[in-house]
């Protein structure tokens, strides 16, 4: 019974690796850019409008939960999602925050009048 117990502890501790992951905005915004394709640190932080270090800092937060893989060309370091079930995981998220969530359906509809 402990055993079971324990067991079940980690399983949600991996769990809420992924929940950290996520419950920063920011990480949430370079998951978003990076489902749109790869790209280097330094430009996730030009189109998120972090530092360089701190767009460094999320990332490592995504990888360490393995949402991102990371590849070395030459001196630069490019970041992409870990895989497609990474993308439909962001998409079910947005989906469940559009039908349980007000302001996120209105702010989105807002989004694409501007677009």
Sequence with gaps: MVETIETKDRIYEQLARVGK????????????????????VEALAGESGLSVANASRHLQVLRQAQLVEVEKQGKQV???????????FFQTMCSLAEARLADFERLMRKVAEKD
């Excluded at 996520?22 to 790869?38: A, F, M, T, V």
């Excluded at 490019?78 to 439909?88: L, M, N």
């Design 21 to 40: 992951a996520i419950s920063s905005p920011k990480r949430l915004e370079l998951l978003d850019l990076l489902r749109q394709g790869p790209r280097s």
């Design 78 to 88: 490019v970041y992409s999602v870990g895989d497609q079930k990474v993308c439909e």
